[in-house]
């Protein structure tokens, strides 16, 4: 039986993930793009839209953050989902290699995509979105969790 404080944390965690999706959303769109294109344009520049191509040293500076974080929150929302049916199950251990697979391939593509390796722009997009839809999966889980397992 899950007791009142944790489901209380649990809805917080999930309300807190999805404004970090929501808004992480947001700031790809906005700098990146939601195409292969615009995401080579963004990491190899473009001259017609001033754009500038970015360096190793600019893109180590993105991820670096990015390591600990998507880290972070990938265990962490893996961890509760210890608490839950899921526990010990086949499709959980899918659920946990997927889930930094994909964390992995979405950070370290741009290294990738930088020394011209342009199917990396597909890769990112790919496993942006496979991240994503993991996420909103693994929260789903979560939520159901609190409000049906009494």
Request: glycine share 4%; aromatic share 22%.
């Amino acid at each position: 039986m899950l007791d009142k404080a944790y489901r209380h944390t649990i809805l917080y965690f999930l309300l807190f993930s999805l404004l970090l999706l929501f808004s992480g959303a947001l700031i790809f769109a906005d700098k990146i793009g939601w195409s292969a294109h615009d995401i080579m344009q963004y990491y190899l520049g473009n001259p017609d839209t001033f754009q500038v191509a970015k360096s190793f040293e600019g893109v180590t500076k993105i991820i670096l953050p990015h390591i600990f974080a998507f880290g972070l929150f990938a265990m962490v929302l893996l961890h509760f989902i210890i608490f839950t049916k899921k526990r010990n199950t086949q499709e959980f251990r899918v659920l946990i290699y997927l889930t930094f697979l994909s964390a992995f391939f979405e950070i370290f593509s741009s290294l990738m995509i930088i020394e011209g390796f342009k199917l990396f722009a597909y890769i990112k997009l790919f496993t942006f979105f496979l991240f994503y839809l993991l996420v909103l999966y693994l929260l789903f889980i979560l939520f159901k969790s609190i409000i049906y397992d009494k």
